[in-house]
């Protein structure tokens, strides 16, 4: 078992937080039972090319019907923190009344973490609006902000005597930008003007709910928002890349960031997106004060750096609101199978820069991980070596940060299955465990083992001690 000869044992503080995350509409299926009501996704999937191979959330991992099970695969890898969201048209299929049998399943899966001892972590929006409310303008409409503040109290007051921590949303910049902006994910409209309302109006939602539910919850209940970050990396040392550079790393990275931390908007982002006219007439006075409420931890969602360049030497267009002159180049090797660059170091930078920029507020990787073309072998084991490879080096990296003086408190690996990724469909597997999505038969991977074992020993690997069937055939 020696070829995963590297990873030494860096022990991590102690009470770190362990876990692994998904999303409801990537492993739920069942997207028509107990009276769910469909959400942006199941419309945008529906039709033909917009998700590739037009695959679609209909069964998915079939969690809806497997979550014991799933429960089960989690305790049997000790794992102690669950990530996963719950779907808003599954809980209340107009977008405001409330679908008990929805709202079950959700009770149930809290009661079964709670036997298992495995605490949850719920995020209430991974970018499933419900379809009604798309049809009432969406994100880009004010009323949604209320929409979604009434719905997580309710979600709130349900299951708050068993989950204590909570995402409000996840990954604002995508939600807006890629749903609105760009097209690629639901509800597939390009607008960039509409792309940055639905921004502010996302945030106002996080901000608006947040204030809400800290009035009612005691101490004891925490919450976050979960942010993506793409490191920007300097390709040439000419002006011209600096400034795509900076333009990039300010609307990726800060834009979101900013807001929910009392800065406002960056003014460069501002600036670049002026001609838009869209955020001077949705930004109401107040709504940057109420965006503003205090967290408890932020999430960050980490996967890969991206490198900015001027359009003219760039090999695709960035398609973000105010980005008209920057492109991208692609990533330097080895890429993961979504061709994402493997950067682990820009994971501790991050981190540093973030616990610093953030004066000290606690940080937790809320998604971290890669996918890659997985294959299950002969005799059944799932040998992953290139993503055991990536967390091994992205574990050290989290590690490293931590040294160095980095407020990082928790760690949750993205994904605890194989599911849907979205735009990409059944095609990029992110899983620890592997799903066969024909008979929905889960399979540990060797990344899989490769977590538990940094769960047990509360540390980054050392290859020696992973488990004996990692890396044999039979
Ligand atoms: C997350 O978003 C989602 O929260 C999750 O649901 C999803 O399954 C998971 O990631 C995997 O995709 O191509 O080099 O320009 C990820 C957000 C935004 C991260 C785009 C990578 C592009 C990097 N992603 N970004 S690059």
């Known amino acids: 078992d020696g070829e995963y000869g590297f990873g030494q044992e860096l022990s991590f503080p102690r009470d770190f937080v362990w876990g692994a995350a998904t999303a409801a509409f990537q492993i739920e299926g069942a997207t028509k039972e107990d009276g769910r009501g469909p959400s942006i996704w199941d419309t945008f999937a529906a039709i033909p090319g917009n998700v590739l191979d037009n695959d679609n959330g209909d069964f998915a991992c079939d969690h809806f019907h497997r979550s014991g099970e799933d429960v089960d695969l989690m305790d049997r890898l000790g794992i102690p923190h669950y990530r996963f969201s719950l779907s808003w048209s599954r809980v209340q299929p107009d977008g405001k009344t409330v679908e008990p049998r929805g709202l079950a399943f959700y009770d149930r899966l809290a009661d079964r973490l709670a036997e298992r001892g495995i605490v949850p972590i719920a995020t209430m929006y991974h970018w499933d609006l419900p379809q009604v409310l798309q049809d009432d303008g969406g994100w880009p409409n004010r009323d949604t902000v209320a929409r979604f503040a009434d719905y997580a109290d309710m979600v709130f007051d349900r299951l708050s005597d068993r989950v204590r921590h909570w995402v409000t949303i996840n990954e604002p910049f995508c939600s807006a930008f890629f749903g609105y902006g760009n097209g690629m994910h639901a509800p597939g409209i390009s607008d960039h003007r509409a792309a940055l309302r639905a921004a502010h109006h996302l945030l106002l939602a996080h901000g608006t709910a947040l204030r809400r539910l800290r009035e009612k919850a005691g101490s004891s209940h925490k919450f976050g928002i979960a942010l993506n970050f793409a490191p920007a990396v300097i390709e040439a040392a000419d002006e011209g890349y ?221 290859a020696k001690h992973l488990r004996n069937d990692l890396g044999n055939d039979c």
């Open 242 to 462: 600096r400034q795509a550079a900076r333009k990039f790393d300010c609307l990726q990275n800060r834009f979101f960031l900013d807001a929910v931390m009392g800065r406002g908007y960056p003014a460069e982002s501002l600036a670049d997106v002026a001609h838009l006219d869209a955020l001077q007439p949705a930004v109401a006075d107040g709504d940057l004060e109420t965006i503003a409420a205090p967290l408890d931890w932020l999430g960050i969602n980490y996967y890969a750096p991206c490198r900015p360049a001027p359009l003219a030497e760039a090999k695709w267009a960035c398609d973000l609101p105010g980005l008209d002159s920057v492109g991208m180049l692609p990533g330097a090797e080895p890429l993961t199978s979504m061709g994402w660059e493997q950067a682990p170091d820009r994971l501790t930078q991050l981190l540093l820069w973030l616990t610093e920029y953030c004066e000290g507020l606690p940080l937790i990787v809320a998604e971290n991980g890669a996918a890659f073309p997985d294959t299950v072998g002969p005799c059944g084991h799932v040998h992953d070596p290139q993503r055991v490879r990536y967390y091994v080096e992205h574990l050290t990296a989290v590690h490293q940060a931590i040294e160095r003086g980095a407020k990082v408190e928790g760690y949750l690996a993205w994904s605890l299955l194989d599911n849907f990724e979205w735009a990409m469909g059944y095609s990029q597997r992110f899983g620890v465990v592997h799903v066969d999505f024909e008979t929905q038969e889960r399979r540990i991977k060797d990344s899989g083992w490769l977590l538990a074992q940094a769960i047990r020993t509360n540390a980054v690997p050392n």
